[in-house]
């Protein structure tokens, strides 16, 4: 496979968790992932695991001036960009009236400005190939209402939104964009949080039809299924990765 038919991918928080799972499933399928983040010691460590099919470029996305360069920079190094999963985000959980103007526009900032504006300087290179994939990822904050998480809650429904107007205006020019929205998906941080909020822990696997956690490996497999030619048909869905929670009772 010569390096222009190679497809490249753009995977944004990739260092760990769901990202570094949807950087591995990509690369054990023959993509070249570059994975950005702001911890490079982080995204070293990722790329170790991956092999040498990972590269890595440290970005603060939420420094909106730093974006358009960052893309330069992936083409320069790979010519194209065939897949971008904007997956980098940040969580606040306060109570309402305890969250700052600040507070708010910080997560604002970076789960849905930084999406858009890396999303239009990558798609100003799709656009003349006349082909690309964008996978946003969504939340079930989104699906429906979850106490003490107003900004992160207002941000995955805004990506929600964006995703469908996204896929109205790109679709018809080869670019296909999907969302995903992760369930509750194990990792240490959620076992803990869950383990001691025992009555938090029952309601989530009460409305859970499939009575567990998934794995990031789960959304790695959704994301890539998104990206393959099996979705070419697929435009502006957000696909629920959940095991029934958003229409659990």
């Known amino acids: 496979m010569t390096a222009e038919s190679k497809r490249t991918a753009i995977v944004t928080g990739g260092g760990s968790g769901l990202g570094l799972a949807i950087a591995r499933k990509f690369v054990q399928n023959g993509i070249q992932t570059i994975i950005a983040g702001r911890n490079k010691e ?9 092999g040498p099919l990972c590269k890595i470029l440290p970005c603060d996305l939420s420094s909106l001036e730093l974006i358009p360069a960052f893309v330069e920079q992936v083409i320069e190094q790979s010519g194209h960009i065939d897949i971008l999963v904007n997956n980098a985000g940040i969580n606040m ?25 890396l999303s239009r300087e990558v798609v100003k290179h799709m656009l003349p190939r006349q082909s690309g994939c964008i996978i946003n990822i969504s939340s079930m904050a989104a699906q429906y209402g979850i106490p003490k998480v107003i900004a ?19 679709s018809p020019k080869g670019i296909r964009v999907n969302a995903i929205a992760p369930g509750f998906i194990y990792s240490e941080m959620t076992a803990k949080a869950l383990d001691s909020d025992p009555d938090r822990k029952a309601k989530v696997f009460s409305r859970t039809p499939m009575g567990s956690m998934g794995h990031p490996g789960d959304i790695g497999e959704a994301a890539y299924f998104l990206a393959s030619d099996a979705a070419r048909f697929i435009t502006g869905v957000v696909l629920p990765v959940d095991g029934g929670n958003s229409i659990g009772f």
């Open 152 to 170: 992160y809650s207002a941000s995955k429904t805004a990506i929600e939104g964006m995703t469908r107007a996204m896929a109205v205006e790109l």
């Open 93 to 117: 959980k306060k109570d309402f009236t305890e969250v700052t103007d600040q507070d708010f526009q910080q997560v604002i900032l970076t789960n849905l400005i930084s999406v858009f504006a």
């Open 42 to 50: 982080k995204l070293l460590t990722a790329q170790q695991q991956l």
